[in-house]
């Protein structure tokens, strides 16, 4: 497993440009960067240097303000254009995976539709994608961090997969939103298995570092590699003060991943 950062929620106290080299110069392996698409993708790769940009978000707001673009039937004309905007950026940004939020649909639209709209798209996204070469997850969201996300459990998240049929879609898997959801996390972690296509991380409940809350990240990476997973994991967290200030927990990583 390689640890990276999200840059959306750590070293703010930087403009985006600027927290690549404070990642790399704290140790971490790659970044991540959830919405990148109000800058240029040519000049965040230079900025980035060396370090490997390993995943963004596509586009997820509408006009209402809300993170429902890939559930709602009225907005399949701006979930495309999203997705033109994310094949741009993946390819500038040489990503590796694209996540797909599959949020709140608007109210008084029906499961199945729902489904339907949320189906369609990511079967669309999954095979433009794969045409560049970059692999495609989707997200179950913690219900009270996000209220009416479609997928907000990891039994909800993998019966829609199943239903879907498209093997190239896979979970982005959090620990601090399964934590909140799932009664047993070592166990969520076993049921989703070779679903698992991303991995992040914050401590429960108030989403900061790791040892601020009720995680076994020991236990929990043990599990993950049970399960084959070998790639990236996401530090994405909250910091509870200046970011290089909180990093400790970094000591332990070489024995959460096996390296020693």
Do not use: C
């Not at 993170?67 to 094949?87: H, K, N, P, V, Y």
Request: net charge negative.
């Amino acid at each position: 497993m390689q640890l990276i950062a999200n840059l959306s929620f750590m070293f703010t106290e930087r403009p985006l440009p600027e927290r690549f080299g404070a990642a790399a110069r704290a140790g971490f392996e790659g970044a991540e960067v959830q919405f990148p698409y109000d800058h240029d993708p040519v000049e965040l790769r230079r900025a980035a240097g060396e370090l490997p940009i390993v995943l963004i978000n596509l586009p997820a707001s509408d006009p209402r303000g809300s993170i429902g673009r890939a559930t709602d039937a009225s907005l399949r004309t701006e979930f495309r254009q999203g997705l033109e905007d994310g094949l741009r950026y993946a390819e500038a940004l040489g990503v590796t995976k694209v996540n797909v939020l599959p949020g709140p649909p608007p109210a008084g639209q029906d499961a199945a539709t729902t489904d339907q709209v949320l189906g369609d798209n990511l079967r669309l996204a999954a095979e433009r994608l794969a045409g560049i070469g970059v692999a495609l997850v989707t997200e179950p969201i913690n219900p009270w961090d996000v209220p009416g996300m479609w997928l907000d459990s990891l039994g909800k998240a993998t019966g829609f997969l199943d239903g879907l049929g498209e093997p190239r879609v896979k979970l982005q898997f959090d620990l601090y939103h399964m934590a909140r959801t799932e009664p047993d996390l070592l166990a969520a972690i076993e049921r989703a298995g070779p679903r698992i296509g991303h991995v992040q991380f914050a401590d429960t409940e108030g989403r900061n570092e790791p040892g601020t809350g009720a995680i076994d990240f020991e236990a929990a990476f043990a599990a993950l590699r049970r399960t084959g997973y070998d790639g990236a994991v996401a530090a994405e967290y909250r910091p509870a003060g200046r970011t290089e200030d909180g990093l400790g927990w970094m000591a332990r990583v070489p024995a959460w991943f096996g390296r020693t």
